[in-house]
């Protein structure tokens, strides 16, 4: 049963949005919905449902 419950876990790891493996780069999003969304001081809904590219910025010291 444990061996099962790690799989589970593994499964459930999270995929970095396009935004989030950008701004490791230490680059910004080079989608266009992201630039454009961006650029309105939005988050790009369709590739950061939860969000997540704002709150990196905000993180990051950049307020969009």
Known sequence: MAGLMGLVAVGAEKQ??????????????ANKCCIKAHKEGKSCTKC??????????????EKK
Do not use: H, R
């Open 16 to 29: 970095k949005t396009c935004c989030e493996k950008a701004i490791e780069q230490k680059k910004e999003c």
């Open 48 to 61: 950061n449902p939860n969000k997540e590219d704002l709150k990196l910025y905000e993180k990051k010291g």
